[in-house]
């Protein structure tokens, strides 16, 4: 391409980019203001129609998406009050996320606080923001004939609603019956490994394995990761103290959808500029 084509390409690139509008509303989702669409310092323009090769993926200054980002809440070892559905919260606030959740996972690590096991089966765990909520474990183990649920000691585990088992009979996936603990170390060794979220939202004093599974991640999908998230764990039912050690979670963000309308919007008008402009370079163009 001859300089002074190429130079009123990126030229024509970068006024598209100042006359685009600033907001578009995102569904029913109210959402912040999107960040300004940031155009290549350099567009290059294809050599013939048939090589053109619009991006797969949206690229600004400092990300390209899709991206992850992990948050990561450590050496909490905050104490669950025993058989008190008050529970306790952690709420920390996420900033510097770009773009909406497209996916969510979340590390749990839960552990007794006494040299005494903990008890599984008492906890109740949802997390929340915005307009999203997940129920992550709601007595797992309850079932027909059992109303304590599972007596092992401990989570250290992933929560995705990609995971192949839901965690509620995490036994029947370990050891192959309901009955058999996952461990016999002294002390017993906790749940690893990752999993569906319970997704129960049945009362904890009711549910069962057959309870419909109403909740997942998927609530978060569009919303901006950025805000307070709240964690709530219970214990509702005495014996066995359990603590929080540590919890993270782990975004894969997208743009916005009007940030990648606009950017398809620019890749389309430059491509149309930069033929207009061609025919003109052409001989004998008129």
Known sequence: MKPNLRARVVLFAALGAIALPAR????SFNQPPVQPALVPAEITA?????????????????????ATFSKLFNS??????????????????????PGVIQSLQVNLTISARTAEPMFNGDLFVTLSHDSGFAVLLNRVGRRDG????????????????????????YRTTVTGNEL??????????????TWQPDGRTADPGTVLT????????????????????TLFLSDLSGGGLAQLESWSM?????????TVAILSALSLG??????????????GAS
């Open 146 to 169: 059992s109303t304590l649920g599972y007596g092992d000691n401990g989570f250290s585990i992933t929560l995705s609603d990609l995971a192949a088992t839901d965690i509620h009979a």
């Open 210 to 229: 057959s309870s419909p599974r109403i909740t997942s991640l998927g609530s978060f999908a569009g919303l901006d990761p950025n805000g307070e998230w």
């Open 24 to 27: 578009a509303q995102l569904g």
């Open 270 to 283: 430059v491509f149309a500029a930069w033929r207009r402009l061609g025919r003109n370079a052409s001989p």
């Open 46 to 66: 294809p050599v013939a129609l048939m090589d053109v090769d619009l991006p797969l993926e949206v690229q600004n200054a400092e990300t390209t998406f899709p």
């Open 76 to 97: 909490l070892f905050l104490a669950i009050p025993d058989n008190s559905a008050v529970g306790v919260t952690h709420a920390p606030v996420v900033s510097g996320v």
């Open 180 to 193: 058999t603990p996952i461990s016999t170390a002294n002390p017993a060794a906790p749940l690893t490994g």
């Open 250 to 258: 782990e975004f894969t963000v997208v743009p916005e959808p009007e």
